[in-house]
């Protein structure tokens, strides 16, 4: 089984960086992924990682260290709309766990 | 513009009467999965099809059913709901590549009340 763990709540200043932290535990793990999800709406696909290291695209980076179980994402230059939650998802053998999300608040 | 459906966004139903929400999708993927999500939790997998090939959550409830009877849609069938199976019902697609799952695509979810 597995357990993924990600803060319950964040909050970050408009234009600031934030990072998101995700700890995990699986055996057979087969890549991470992170996903955005607004207040009522669906998850949509953020970033995917399976080899250590960082993957950036535009604004939003994610990194993943497979022999610590950890991942992070960081989102730079803030705005309003990254006010959401932020879902970390492992993947073993074909099968997604999700984590339960960190809210993240961005204030002016 | 390829994307997952599901109807309707919001659903009521009495506790006990049968409801059956639906999902389809134009990304012609082979996998469909069906999540339950309550409020601040993380969306739990109910059930996924591999094309036609089922495949059952261990630990979701036998008043849960699934159908899937072409490559487009699937159906989460709730038999007899209860006041717990009140979420957001979340239908997600991925192609496959590798012998590996992608990553996901989410309908926009059907709220369901249960009164």
């Known amino acids: 089984g597995q357990n993924i763990d990600q803060p319950t709540e964040m909050t970050a200043t408009e234009g600031a960086i934030v990072q998101i932290n995700c700890t995990y535990q699986t055996s057979g793990f087969n890549g991470l992924f992170w996903y955005q999800q607004h207040a009522g709406e669906a998850p949509t696909f953020l970033s995917y990682?399976?080899?250590?290291g960082l993957e950036e695209k535009g604004r939003f980076s994610s990194f993943l260290s497979r022999s610590k179980g950890y991942s992070y994402l960081l989102l730079k230059e803030l705005q309003m709309k990254d006010s959401a939650s932020y879902l970390c998802?492992?993947?073993?053998?074909?099968?997604?766990?999700f984590g339960a999300g960190t809210r993240l608040t961005v204030k002016p | 513009d390829a994307m997952v459906i599901q109807n309707p966004r919001y659903q009521v139903t009495q506790f006990g009467k049968p409801v059956t929400l639906s999902c389809s999708q134009t990304l012609n993927h082979n996998v469909m999965y069906w999540y339950q999500q309550k409020s601040s939790q993380a969306p739990k997998l109910l059930f996924h099809y591999y094309d036609k090939d089922f495949n059952n959550e261990a630990d979701t409830p036998d008043n849960f059913q699934s159908r899937r009877p072409n490559t487009s849609f699937c159906f989460l069938d709730i038999r007899s709901p209860g006041l717990g199976d009140a979420a957001m019902y979340l239908c997600?697609?991925?192609?496959?590549?590798?012998?590996?799952?992608?990553?996901?695509?989410f309908g926009p979810g059907t709220r369901l009340t249960v009164l």
């Open positions: 990682n399976v080899l250590d």
């Open positions: 997600a697609t991925s192609g496959h590549s590798g012998g590996l799952y992608n990553e996901q695509f």
């Open positions: 998802a492992v993947r073993e053998g074909n099968d997604m766990r």
